[in-house]
């Protein structure tokens, strides 16, 4: 959910922008298109009117009608040229706003992990220091919850929702996410016993997440 909210937001304001370009594009080409036709019908038109009253030589004429005609072929060419070019602009533009939106997807989804990696870790030594205690534990097992509820989300996630860049960003979270499940299973049973490797597996997996964080922030700004 998290995820596809992202996209989805990214994908909405790439494709206002690209309606937004296209429109001025659009208007662009048509005052452009009628300059063009307009000057050259005033260059005709005003070159038989000098030949006519004897101001230019009779064969001013037929030069008019070749720069004319010189100037539609321009047109004809350049016109879909201007559209090619365009069109290849903002399919590049397109590629880097979806390998930014991607990027971010998955920085999101990277806090969103380490948030909950260190929860469940806090939520463990609490449980371990005040088994058989009266005190309350909810806290505790609520972070278990939120370490099962992430695996499952991550587990869900298909890995062509984001870009290619970030499947082995994926592949590692959903590890340390599963990871999260096993350890939080741990409180599952009042009786069980939370080993010191178990909490240094957690720390480990958060520093991991921390270096991710960073690394995906040096991609964004190159």
Wanted: charged share 20%; aromatic share 8%; hydrophobic share 45%.
């Amino acid at each position: 959910m998290l995820v596809g909210h992202l996209m989805s937001c990214g994908c909405c304001r790439l494709n206002n922008k690209l309606k937004e370009k296209i429109a001025g594009y659009s208007v662009t080409l048509i005052w452009a298109l009628l300059f063009l036709v307009s000057s050259s019908w005033l260059l005709v038109g005003s070159v038989a009117y000098w030949v006519k009253k004897g101001w230019l030589p009779p064969d001013s004429a037929g030069w008019a009608q070749a720069i004319g005609g010189l100037l539609a072929v321009m047109v004809a060419i350049a016109v879909p040229a201007y559209q090619s070019y365009h069109q290849q602009k903002q399919l590049q533009e397109k590629d880097v706003r979806s390998r930014l939106d991607g990027m971010q997807a998955t920085r999101a989804l990277m806090e969103h992990l380490l948030g909950v990696q260190i929860r469940l870790r806090t939520g463990l030594y609490q449980f371990q220091l005040r088994r058989g205690l009266f005190e309350s534990l909810d806290g505790a097992r609520a972070s278990a919850h939120d370490a099962k509820q992430a695996a499952a989300m991550l587990r869900e996630l298909s890995v062509v929702a984001l870009s290619v860049q970030m499947v082995h960003f994926l592949v590692g979270m959903r590890e340390i996410a599963s990871y999260g499940e096993f350890a939080a299973q741990t409180m599952d049973n009042p009786m069980s016993v939370v080993t010191p490797d178990v909490l240094n597996k957690l720390k480990s997996n958060t520093e991991l997440l921390k270096k991710w964080i960073n690394e995906l922030d040096g991609l964004e700004q190159s």
